[in-house]
Antibody
């Protein structure tokens, strides 16, 4: 059974940093693109970032490019999101999502974690 | 403003058929990229409902179906049930805008 467990969320001041983690199990982790998708309170879904199975390729939404860094440790089956220069508009529930493929770019998300909440406020 | 446009809400009575549209442009759906649909029940994480335009993951009832034509896609739900009340999101790939994977704004389905 595929399981994705996010952690690392919390309250952070504007301009601060945070690192999210996603522990994966139940599938061959390095065979798939992994993604972060966020959902602001009461709002829709926004894809944030993805990384190829090897971790060599990374992809970012324009809204976070230059501030967020995605990485993965395939030996630990863990995905990370390093978030810097956080803004109020980054406040959201951050989901880890497994891609259906390991193609050239994020494609479709077949499994999702339960999310970890990030609140950016002074 | 979402790259893919969905109606904010739709409704239907139990047993009826409803459709949810997802309108894109020449840089996403119109360029031939696949469309995927997700269901988000209240207070839960999204769940894959339809992938690659018209394919259902294992366990998804055949009451749910997807289609795509030109710059738009649609999700159809037949035999509407109370447990179908949820938010539905379409998603595709965009070759031009700031995001690669793009979502619609979501549609709230109310079962009357």
């Amino acid at each position: 059974e595929v399981q994705l467990l996010e952690s690392g969320g919390g309250l952070v001041q504007p301009g601060g940093s945070l690192r999210l983690s996603c522990a994966a199990s139940g599938f061959t982790f390095n065979n798939y693109i992994m993604n972060w998708v966020r959902q602001a309170p009461g709002k829709g879904l926004e894809w944030v970032s993805g990384t190829s199975g090897s971790g060599m390729s990374t992809f970012y939404a324009g809204s976070v490019k230059g501030r967020f860094t995605i990485s993965r440790d395939n030996s630990k089956n863990t995905l990370y999101l390093h978030m810097n220069s956080l803004r109020a508009e980054d406040t959201a529930l951050y989901y880890c999502a497994k891609d259906r493929l390991n193609g050239e770019a994020p494609y479709s998300f077949d499994y999702w974690g339960q999310g970890t909440l990030v609140t950016v406020s002074s | 403003q979402s790259v893919l446009t969905q109606p904010p809400s739709v409704s239907g009575a139990p047993g009826q058929r409803v459709t949810i549209s997802c309108t894109g442009s020449s840089s996403n759906i119109g360029a031939g990229y696949d469309v995927h649909w997700y269901q988000q029940l209240p207070g839960t994480a999204p769940k894959s409902l339809i992938y690659a335009n018209n394919n259902r993951p294992s366990g998804v009832p055949d009451r749910f179906s997807g289609s795509k034509s030109g710059t738009s896609a649609s999700l159809a739900i037949t035999g509407l049930q109370a447990e179908d009340e949820a938010h539905y999101y379409c998603q595709s790939y965009d070759s031009k805008l700031g995001g690669l994977a793009v979502f619609g704004g979501g549609t709230k389905l109310t079962v009357l």
